[in-house]
């Protein structure tokens, strides 16, 4: 909105903070442009895997059908290739004509690396990596991960924890441009795999929920990085919403943008769920405070508001709704809906009309909630139990789910063959408290409460298949750990493909739920797996490593000490193949 | 009251040079079935020579005689002048001497010295009516503060531009507090945790207070040619630290464990941060009760020294999901922290 023909600063190809390996691409994989068309028809494309959630619609499906079910028991890993790191890895990779390219986070707060590697042999093609700032702000010191990069035409983007904006040349991984997306030391940091859509480059912002600041999408020119348009999640004065936030609390008020957003090609529409409002303590912004953990709609083009739908008004308990909005038609109570559907914290599943933002239906999926007192008739919305709600230094309350919530970023894939969706979900609880005073400080945490997680339930995690037409739950999978940030994917073949913190990379029926499969990487896994075809052949490849961070918040429960003494580190991407 | 004689920071020059040299010092000590220590007879809470109260430092050295199967012999001496306690020490009369700092001026102009590891931190407090809601040191700008002359305290004051009122002795300044005549005083968080425990009507409360040079780390002075001797000592010390051997001992003369957690009654805004803090950054994997589990340390038993609890909350843990914590916390909020974990029961 505000930025329009801002110059974000960039520089070409700055050699000061770059280090750049050549390696000799060898034969067989060549770049193929990456066109609208490309983009636009990738459900007609089964080999590549050429964005985040591999279409714009969200849904993480490939029709690819070589492993079903008959022979995924014959997949074996055919390569690994180390990232070198140590810390959470959380990238979803992206495959175009034979070439993977993936991001690497690390521990050492020092580098972000990306690799183009041949998606057939995990052969090393060319890598960049990024030099960081010493003086990074303090929510990016604990969770320095990236989630992936986009690629458009001839170039590959991905974005900083120092929130910059990157473009690289495809083919040589030589920097094209580069830009401040934001300021660091405001608070703000890149973690989202940005989205290109029509020449544009979208990218989400993380860090205000708990730094403190206010949440935007921003769109930059995919050729020079040139800024088009942002649009704040939190209206300013005059806007429709800022009387939600009272006295200059909206400034401060967060709602990030931490996950990638989808895109309707026929309305020209982008749909992002936004975070928890900051800081975490509700008596301090007493309020709605619109339009912290909302669905919102934005117009690709220009990043006007078109509608905003907000499940949790007032958060107390750090239940950001920040979760990606799967496009659907369907049909519900005999009646077409064009829907965006989406899981998120508080347990439920929404179906929104996403020409008009309204909420046709909510419902919910897991088990332990407690958060809500009673459900709004008309479309079972949770209505909240704000008496659950801690006073400042005052004793802990116990609320289900925890802050990971019912379902956290791991994302939902949608299989059209089944018509489920499925929830890498979490079964747990927390006792919350908030302290005594809080106030802001530029680049510190502005959170101000303290939690401790247990589980009610034997295991925390359960893969959950849910029915969108009809509204319920049809199978679960259990884990022991909870599924906090591994994305599942689904496919052709009948399978939904997970990881989890205890390492291993699991097959299930997508009609039953039954496991069919599964390969212990040896490392915690909080990256996402994705599949493609290379020369005929099918691959499943997943991003595996780290500590899953959120896993060990589990390990104060007796329930799960051991699981989280058993969780081990590294940093992968391990490509699976049938055994020939 | 009689005045209180600092256990020797007051730099000294020795001169005359003695020592027992090789085949180390624990035979000889053995054969005699005693260590030796030299003490003042009477400068509490530090030492004396009434068998009701021997003083902390006199206690210590005790546990440490038993721990090594020894009978612990006193040879008094007033250290109001610490070169010439000091230098019997050096010339071979005791073989150890309680409280002395782990300073580099000290150490320095004592070559024939070496110390044990440390096993309390001296430093500073504030001491303060207890009705008064003051939080911070920089709130009594302006007010009349008790400071003993030229002291460390007193420098610290002066530097800081607070109105000084100077007294003789470390005494006088609890008194001046305790009948109006200054708001607060800066005394030495031994001194004034002993006169608190003994002068409980007196009404007073003591503030933790941080600063440049105001706090030294403590540990038994050997002669440097004792090399046995001191890593035997460094055994025991460890062993009494586990045990809590030395926190129990400390507590009985109600000597503050560090000056951010002063006293019996530590200045509440203080533990306030400590806690607030600890919950938005520690509690998530440490639990509320700082005890850990599965892959999160126990950090009520964390067995190393603050410095290295400083440390590894700084630089984090490679290989572990314990990150760094550099740019989220400063040193003096990880120190704030750790006051706190201190607090909690084991």
Known sequence: MNAQGKLIGLVLVLLVSMLLVFVDSGQGAEWASVTDDRLLNADKDPNNWLMYYRTYNGWRYSPLSQVNRQTVRKL????????????????TPVVNNGIMVVTSASPTLTRQRVFALDAATGELLWKYEAKLPEDLTAMVRLIPQNRGAAIYQDKVYFGTIDARLIALNAKTGEVVWEGAAADNKEGFHISAAPLAVKGKIIVGISGPGEMGQR????????DDGQSLWRTYTIPAPGEKGNETWPGDTWKNGGGAVWLTGTYDPESNTLYFGTGNPAPWIAQ????DNLWTNSSIALDADTGLFKWGHQHLANDPWDYDTAVEHLVMDLRRDGRLVKAVVQANKLGFVNIIDRTEGRLVSADLFATNVTWFKSRDPVTGKGIPNYALTPQMGGPPVEICPAVLGATPWAHRPYNPETGYMY???????MRYKYEAELKYQQGKMFTGAAYELFTKADQAGVLRAFDVAKGQVVWEWWNKAPLVGAGAITTGGGLVFIGTPEGKVVATDAKTGEQLWEFNVGMSVSGSTVTYSVGGKQYVATVAGGINRQAVWFSKEP???DVARKMSFGGAVVGFGLAE | MRSFALPVIVVCAVAVA??????????????????RFCADPNNLPFSSQDPQHPGFEMELGRAIARELGLKADFVWMPTQRGAVALRQLVEGRCDLFMGLPLDKRFLDDNPRLTLSAPYYSMGHVVVLPEGTVIREMKELRDKPVAVEFSSLGDIFAFEQAYSRQTHRSQADLFWAVATGEAAAAIMWSPIAGWMLKTNPESKLRLMGLQGRSLEFHIGVGVRKT????????????LQLGQRNTVADILKRYGVPISTQAAGDQPAKAETNVGESLYGINCSPCHGFDAKGGGLAANLTTFKETDDAFVRAVLNGRPGTPMQPFTGLLTEEEVRQILAYIKGLPK
């Not at chain 2, 004792?226 to 010390?237: P, S």
């Open chain 1, 76 to 91: 074996v890993p055919k390569w690994i290739f180390s990232f070198g790191e140590l810390g959470d890895q959380e990238a």
């Open chain 1, 215 to 222: 949440g935007f999408v921003e769109a930059f020119n995919a």
């Open chain 1, 284 to 287: 301090m912004r007493q309020g």
């Open chain 1, 423 to 429: 929830i890498p979900s979490i079964e747990s609880c």
């Open chain 1, 559 to 561: 329930k799960l000490a």
């Open chain 2, 18 to 35: 003695w020592g027992y040299s090789q085949g180390g010092a624990l035979p000889r000590i053995n054969e005699a079935g005693s260590l």
């Open chain 2, 226 to 237: 004792d090399a046995d001797l001191k890593d035997a000592v460094d055994g025991v010390l």
